[in-house]
């Protein structure tokens, strides 16, 4: 369990006192001290001296920021706007809640953020102290350490203000390398533990990059921690994973310790090499074991980490769909790439890909079936196309199984059938994208640029749906059936 505490003093008074471990908060203000329990799914009760305690659900962006608190009667007790680079701008605050941008911790008083490992400045849109490691060597943007997600918020988030993947990495492998070579106070001891640290962060550094890679995603986005949910499983993506890491971290581990021992050059790189392949070896069938029970947990194949999946239960299509695909009819087979918004991603070649033509079909009790590099490029395009989807996926969450499957589901169907070229103006559609760009706020790429148009559902089609859920499927039936 991690715990700390930070106390805000001014002229010698203490003023507040703050106290977090993992899914807890207290704070302790002008003698009133408030808890946050953070139960999951965006529940917090919240605890408060001499009130009841209130159940409260966070509504967030597609960043995690914060954007508005409300109790079980659906009463707002914090609102919150932020700017492109999360400056905040506070519109009711009942509870006193000092969390906002991308779930981190404001500092009102100094108009910082405390990202953990750094403090960030979203006027300036920088860091006020310099990143340790240089992220991505092939994006000159990385080169500026106190810059803020490689200067692109909309698209990055940076959990912790460090990449601590590599830190963990860096610290286990110091320590272990050093703990395996008898504990040296002296030069020796220094030079293991230099050793064991950057084949720690390399090791660490190259599973993540190998991970996202083998998913479709950029090497250098998943080595840095930037992927944004891109992520690979299957046998295959575990046995690549496994022996990259395994092999680089080898490779340094063992020429570096030969060469701290005091043996040339050529010696430490035989030694390097043949520490490497060993690497490789065990880190390539660890990986690929523990890559393929992840698939088979996630319901796809053991070795390729690819799912077969009915349309029968899509309703939701967007894009151009190739021919010879009709939706309902066929199974579509997928790659597992990741999870977006907590719902399983899946890119496919039958839908095209973001380089050219491109799709996706959502199946809310599977996921979203997109075209290559629909989700792993991080292409604008392509995220504003997963955007829209996962707006199928809110209305599924809001109206339920049999307003979904009695409603929506065969009017969608009809629309993309009887007059494809208006679909995007359909109420099913316009409906989910209503509900993204409420759902995402000011990181929305909908709208006129890559043509989702967003409008409220009408009174009568909430009114067929209301009658659905409260009479069931054959309610639906008695209504006409009406194209607006």
């Given amino acids: 369990m991690e715990c700390w505490q930070s106390t805000l003093s001014v002229n010698g008074e203490e003023k507040r006192v703050i106290t977090d471990s993992d899914d807890y908060e207290r704070i302790e203000e002008n003698g009133v001290t408030r808890e946050f329990y953070y139960l999951g799914g965006n529940i917090i009760l919240v605890r408060q001296t001499g009130k009841d305690d209130i159940l409260c659900h966070a509504i967030t962006d597609n960043q995690g920021s914060i954007l508005c608190i409300v109790n079980e009667k659906g009463g707002k007790l914090f609102e919150a706007l932020y700017d492109a680079w999360g400056k905040q701008t506070v519109l009711m605050n009942t509870i006193g809640f000092l969390r906002g941008y ?40 990385s080169f ?65 990059g190998m991970n996202v890679a083998m998913a479709g995603g950029s090497f250098w986005a998943g080595a840095a921690g930037l992927a944004n949910g891109v992520s690979s499983t299957g046998f295959i993506a575990g046995a690549a994973t496994g022996a990259s890491a395994g092999f680089s971290a080898g490779l340094i581990s063992g020429a570096g310790n030969a060469w701290v021992d005091g043996h040339n050059f050529g010696t430490g790189l035989l030694a390097g090499l043949s520490s490497g392949f060993g690497g490789a070896l065990s ?62 991603v899946y890119e496919s070649k039958r839908l095209g890909s973001i380089e050219n033509t491109f799709s996706a079909v959502t199946v809310p009790e599977r996921g979203i079936i997109a075209a290559e590099g629909v989700f792993t490029s991080g292409a604008e395009a392509g995220r504003a196309m997963m955007q829209h989807e996962f707006g199928h996926i809110l209305q599924y969450r809001k109206i339920g199984a ?5 409603v929506i589901a065969p009017e969608s169907f009809a629309s993309i059938t009887l007059y494809p070229s208006g679909h995007d103006n359909f109420w099913t559609e316009t409906w989910a994208n209503y509900l993204s760009q409420g759902y995402f706020g000011g990181a929305w790429l909908g709208g ?23 009479y069931g499927k054959y309610t639906s039936k008695l209504l006409p059936f009406i194209f607006f």
Wanted: aromatic fraction near 14%.
């Fill in 102 to 141: 991308t779930g981190h911790e404001m500092l009102p008083e100094f108009n910082l953020i405390n990202m953990n490992g750094r403090v960030y400045d979203p006027v300036l849109g920088r860091f006020l102290s310099p990143d340790n490691y240089v992220q991505m060597p092939d994006n000159t943007q």
């Fill in 283 to 344: 880190g390539g069938i660890s990986g690929g074991l523990s890559g393929g029970f992840d698939a088979l947990d996630k319901g796809t194949n053991f070795w390729t980490g690819k799912a077969n999946i009915s349309t029968a239960g899509a309703y939701s299509v967007c894009g151009d769909i190739p021919s010879d695909i009709e939706i309902g009819k066929i199974t579509i087979t997928g790659k597992y790439v990741g999870t977006y918004q907590n719902v399983n």
């Fill in 402 to 406: 049999a307003a979904y499957w009695h």
């Fill in 448 to 470: 006129d640029k890559f043509g989702y148009p967003a409008q409220n559902i009408s009174v009568f089609n909430a009114t067929r749906i209301a009658a659905t859920k409260m």
């Fill in 144 to 208: 500026n350490r106190y810059s803020y997600c490689i200067n692109n918020p909309l698209k990055y988030t940076d959990p912790s203000g460090e990449f601590w993947h590599l830190v963990f990495g860096a610290a286990f492998g110091g320590i272990f390398n050093w703990m395996t070579h008898g504990f040296q106070f002296n030069a020796k001891g220094l030079g293991y533990f230099a050793t064991g640290a950057l084949a720690g962060a390399t090791g660490a550094g190259i599973a993540g």
